[in-house]
């Protein structure tokens, strides 16, 4: 069964310090892997996607990873803001058309001053 | 329009009341999603229309909930005879179905306060 497992499931950081998220995936044969910022109030957002023969990827402060061979992904904060304070979602896609994309249950961080 | 479309943004309602949130996804796309947040709970699967097979409705938590997809555009999730349980922020996303690059766009959902 495609399946897609976040954790932790919350977050509680101080501002400036970093953390990571964890992403694990059943899902295959991969296509890839997208990580998502919910802000309150707001919809996701795409922050970045990884597909299979990327390692890692760069958007500013957030450094994604993806390890193919352990299906895992990470997101990396660096010097994290009050303004990352959000959900993070991660949604895999499989390789055949017409298959469902299949969400994580999202991570809630929060970052206090 | 550009995005995706949920109506209303905020909807307090009765406990015992039906009530309707509606999804407008992106033109042309054929898979549509609906979840729901509950504090704590994370994202929690609903339901799932694709094209026209038959939609996955495996994560609807009663008989309460259905949800339907006309002309495969426009949808709309009804809960009947709320709960308090049921206040929760419902999230409608809509991608391609071509595999590979997919990407989910998400609506800015429906919050559903249930007094």
Redesign the interface.
């Known amino acids: 069964k495609n399946q897609v497992e ?1 954790s932790p ?2 977050l509680i950081i101080l501002e400036g310090k970093n953390c990571t998220l964890q992403c694990n995936y059943t899902v295959s044969p991969f ?2 892997l ?1 990580w ?1 910022k ?1 802000d309150t ?6 922050l970045t ?1 990884m ?1 299979f023969s990327e390692n890692t990827k760069s958007n500013g402060r957030y450094t994604a990873t993806l390890d193919a061979d352990t299906k895992q992904s990470s997101l990396h904060i660096t010097a994290s803001q009050l303004s990352d304070s959000a ?1 993070y ?1 991660c ?1 895999v ?9 299949i ?4 991570t ?1 961080l929060s970052v206090s001053s | 329009g550009a995005g995706v479309s949920q109506s209303p943004s905020n909807k307090v309602t009765e406990k015992g009341k039906d009530v309707e949130l509606r999804c407008d996804p992106i033109s042309g796309h054929t898979a549509l999603y609906w979840y729901r947040q509950s504090l704590g709970q994370g994202l929690e699967f609903l339901i799932y229309f694709q094209g026209n097979s038959a939609p996955d409705k495996s994560g609807l938590p009663s008989d309460r909930f259905s949800a339907e997809r006309t002309g495969g555009s426009v949808s709309t999730l009804t809960i009947q005879r709320t709960q308090q349980e049921d206040s929760a922020v419902y999230l409608c996303a809509s991608s391609l179905l071509e595999g590979g690059n997919t990407e989910a766009f998400f609506g800015q959902g429906t919050r559903l306060t249930v007094v």
């Open positions: 976040q499931q919350s296509s890839n997208r998502y919910q109030g707001r919809g996701p957002v795409s996607i597909t959900s979602i949604v896609s499989a390789q055949q058309a017409g298959t469902a994309l969400f994580g249950k999202g809630t």
